[in-house]
């Protein structure tokens, strides 16, 4: 087994907006029959989408069943985190980017104009084989104490505020009336042009 | 106007180049789509051309977990377009794509963009049989006819028709969505063929299109009602209110509303029985309850968001009233009252038809609790069709115009700070949207006003 371990920090593009990148950037010793194998875990404010991955990472991977991707968070079934694992050969080029795109959801609407996402470092899984063939694979897992965690990132989201209830409610049922009524009269108007007057010329 | 300006013109003025060069432009920017979607991570393709590859392919691929669910499916061994997720569109438009995957990938765009053709087909020759002579020989009346002013009546006519064509062919919104890979001109077709029909007073097999096209997307159901008025009148109708309701419930609207309502329920009885309850709820059932919370042109998107049930909130005690106001029923009072009044209202007439749907189709979406840029086409179809018969002076024209598109880039503006820079303007989005309502309302009342029959 080698002696010298991987070593990854994840970091995104961009604090802001719902759509940004999760790259991972790795750095790897040079061991060709070694795999490496990442695992992410999401809280449910973020939703990957599987076909954008897909189209976007070159690796194999893994993803939990999201399901419903237009729900906010906080629904019954936007309660659990995501878990996605991607898997990297040894015949990789040295250092590997994984880029992941990741959207985040609507928040619950709360008194706070923002909220924060915490994106925990995602785990790594570095497996080589020993070298009598017939034994299993050595695996070591990365960062050493094995869990989810280390510098994580924050991703700052704007949140509905609930003390505009009211107005929206208010605002939104007047205006729509009012547009509603207003157009009501000019239906009343044209009626009135395009036919009475075609009934006056068929009387006279 | 210079040489070249008078050029333009005349190369616009035959349908032929302005076919020429809408088909061009549509090859080429489907084949530039798949040059940079190759070499881009931002696709030029639609998100939704990939939604309708992929529910084809599960057509396409039954495996373990997709198998079409209805009584009669295993009989057919086909898969379930509905195990892609977010697919909430007929079966029908699956099946159409399924040589995505056998003979090219681009097929649907080449599909939709020829569908995109054919409606400006559809459009011209309506236009050069039927809207612009009826104008011209009310103009005509006024003065003696001689030979050469018929011709040049006729040729007058075509320049007319192909130059109002072009506002379709060549808008670069339609050409765009087309070959990106939207479905929506599949949609355009079937109701550009339904009110070819209607014009042309072939209501059997205007009453069959109908039922596809509200098979399709069921929006197109309110055309009927305009329809019902003009099959009545055709007979003459009696005055007051009994000759409107006679005019309007007789033998032959009963037959049109029979055959309309039968081929729509034919279909919707085939679709169920092969791919069962998921077709019922994901065509249909799913849009009457759908919370569109996520910011859109529609206003209602904010009070969605603030009212979603998420898990774990206790019930508010709210007056009865605003529970109402809650309900995500409550936008269809305003949109079905004004969108069904104005069929009845307007379509008494056959020459008022096609200002009739377009009415329907403006309020039906003014008022939607839904709106985005794509629902536009629905209604900005007719206009080729309905401009011969509007009178607008070109100061209010171009009015109505920065009014129409002023008001989506100010939600725009806003929106973008607010998906790409994450900037709380939630509230500011919703004034803008009852902006986008107010002037919008305004705008249709402008085109109601300046309708001349």
Same mark, same amino acid.
């Given at each position: 087994m080698t002696s010298s371990q991987p070593v990854l920090l994840s970091s995104r593009d961009d604090d802001k907006g719902y759509h940004f990148k999760y790259t991972t950037r790795l750095s790897s010793p040079n061991e060709p029959n070694c795999s490496i194998h990442l695992r992410y875990l999401f809280p449910p404010d973020i939703y990957v989408d599987p076909y954008e991955l897909q189209d976007q990472l070159r690796h194999p991977f893994w993803l939990n069943d999201t399901i419903n991707l237009e729900h906010p968070v906080g629904t019954s079934d936007t309660l659990s985190w995501t878990e996605l694992q991607v898997s990297l050969v040894g015949s990789e080029k040295p250092d590997p980017l994984i880029v992941i795109p990741l959207h985040t959801r609507y928040g619950k609407p709360t008194e706070s104009r923002v909220g924060y996402i915490t994106l925990p470092q995602p785990l790594g899984l570095w497996r080589c084989p020993l070298s009598d063939t017939h034994s299993p694979l050595s695996s070591t897992l990365f960062?050493?104490?094995?869990v989810h965690g280390g510098e994580s990132n924050a991703i700052r989201v704007p949140l509905g505020l609930r003390s505009h209830i009211d107005q929206v409610e208010l605002g939104t049922a007047v205006v729509v009336t009012a547009a509603f009524l207003y157009l009501l009269s000019v239906f009343y108007t044209t009626t009135h042009r395009l036919y009475a007057s075609g009934e006056k010329t068929k009387r006279n | 106007m210079t040489l070249n300006g008078h050029g333009l013109l005349r190369a616009l003025s035959s349908f032929n180049n302005i076919l020429l060069i809408s088909v061009a432009i549509r090859i080429g920017l489907i084949l530039y789509s798949e040059w940079h979607d190759a070499r881009s991570v931002v696709k030029y393709t639609d998100i939704d051309y990939r939604v309708f590859s992929d529910a084809a392919r599960f057509v396409l691929q039954p495996s373990v977990g997709n198998h079409a669910q209805g009584p009669l499916g295993t009989w057919f061994s086909v898969g379930d377009p509905y195990t892609r997720q977010t697919y909430r569109y007929t079966p029908l438009l699956a099946v159409l794509l399924t040589p995505n995957h056998w003979l090219h990938p681009s097929f649907g765009k080449y599909l939709f963009a020829a569908c995109d053709i054919v409606a400006g087909i559809l459009m011209y020759r309506l236009l050069v049989a039927i809207v612009l002579p009826s104008i011209t020989r009310t103009k005509a009346s006024r003065r003696p006819s001689t030979e050469e002013s018929v011709e040049d009546a006729e040729s007058s006519i075509s320049r007319q028709a192909s130059l109002l064509s072009a506002v379709h062919l060549l808008n670069p919104l339609v050409f765009s969505i087309s070959t990106r890979g939207s479905s929506e001109s599949v949609l355009s077709l079937l109701v550009l063929l339904t009110l070819y029909f209607a014009l042309k007073g072939k209501w059997t097999r205007t009453a069959i299109l109908l039922g596809i096209s509200t098979h399709w997307k069921i929006y197109p159901f309110v055309y009927g009602v305009a329809c019902l008025g003009v099959i009545g009148s055709e007979r003459g109708a009696a005055k007051g209110w009994k000759g409107y309701v006679g005019s309007v419930v007789n033998g032959r609207t009963v037959r049109f509303g029979l055959v309309s309502a039968a081929t729509f329920v034919g279909l919707g009885v085939l679709m169920y029985a092969i791919w069962g309850y998921p077709f019922l709820y994901e065509s249909y059932l799913y849009h009457v309850h759908r919370?569109? %919370?996520? %910011?859109?042109?529609?206003?209602?998107f904010y009070l969605i968001y603030l009212t979603y049930p998420f898990e774990g909130q206790p019930a508010e005690e709210l007056p009865i009233w605003r529970h109402v106001l809650r309900s995500p029923l409550i936008s269809f009072l305003p949109q079905m009252v004004l969108s069904v009044g104005a069929g009845l209202l307007f379509g008494r007439r056959k020459q008022d038809l096609t200002f009739a749907w377009f009415v329907q189709t403006f309020v039906f979406v003014i008022f939607n609790k839904v709106c985005t840029s794509q629902y536009f086409l629905w209604y900005t179809l007719f206009l080729p069709i309905l401009i011969p018969q509007l009178s607008i002076s070109p100061r209010w024209a171009v009015l109505y115009v920065a009014v129409w598109f002023g008001t989506q880039a100010l939600w725009l503006a806003e929106a973008y700070k607010l998906e790409f820079l994450g900037e709380n303007v939630f509230y500011g989005l919703w004034v803008r949207g009852l902006i986008y309502v107010v002037g919008h309302s305004w705008v249709l009342a402008g085109l109601m006003q300046a309708y001349r029959g």
């Open positions: 960062p050493k104490n094995g | 919370r569109d %919370h996520r %910011h859109n042109f529609s206003p209602y």
